[in-house]
């Protein structure tokens, strides 16, 4: 029996959420979300919180906690929204928002082009130094972030590339001269 999937879902305000089958879907004032539970897996709606349960045989302990999990970013994502900055440093670095495309000038020959997927709002700030990426499914957010910061991960030695903000890059000395 999972630790995690043992506590109960609670509903935020404005939220609602119908169960039908294996299927969880969770409405709030920043969109919908579904999730589809693997079979063994129940969950029901009981006193404003969502509970999840396996069978009772514990076979699928796994699953009773990400099925919890999951369903509870859906909830958290449906009312609050989920948020990831990104900071870019280096000289002449810098992002342009261009309609549903993120131009990154990061000092190769031509600009590297993100395709902003469905759902998402990308903002640019602070000159174009400060990316931040919002929305209402977390695995997205996380996703979208990840592939913006892997066009120029932040290098030790001067620091330069895209980082999380909060993000503590490890920096190395470099070279010594005799």
């Given amino acids: ?19 039908d089958g294996q299927k969880v879907t969770v409405k ?6 579904s999730y589809t539970m693997h079979e063994g897996i ?5 006193d404003g919180a969502i509970k999840v349960a396996c069978a009772a045989d514990g076979a699928l302990g796994n699953f009773h ?3 919890r999990a999951l369903i509870h970013n859906m909830v958290v994502g449906v009312s609050a929204g989920y948020t990831k900055k990104l900071s870019i440093e280096g000289t002449g670095f810098k992002a342009v928002l261009k309609g549903q495309e993120l131009a990154l000038s990061l000092g190769f020959a031509s600009p590297k082009i993100f395709a902003i997927p ?11 130094l400060q ?7 977390k695995a997205a957010v996380g996703e979208a972030a990840a592939r913006i910061r892997s066009f ?3 290098e ?17 000395q470099g070279k010594k001269v005799a």
């Fill in 42 to 46: 129940t969950a029901k709606v009981e």
């Fill in 65 to 67: 906690g990400l099925a």
């Fill in 28 to 33: 709030g004032k920043l969109g919908e979300l």
């Fill in 131 to 137: 990316v931040t990426v919002t929305g209402v499914d």
């Fill in 156 to 172: 030790p030695y001067k620091g330069k590339g895209i980082k999380y903000v909060g993000e503590h890059i490890r920096r190395k």
């Fill in 152 to 154: 120029y991960p932040a």
């Fill in 118 to 128: 469905e759902g998402l709002k990308v903002t640019v700030e602070n000159d174009g």
């Fill in 1 to 19: 029996m999972s630790r995690i999937g043992k506590e109960p879902v609670k509903l935020a305000e404005g939220v609602t959420a119908t169960i």
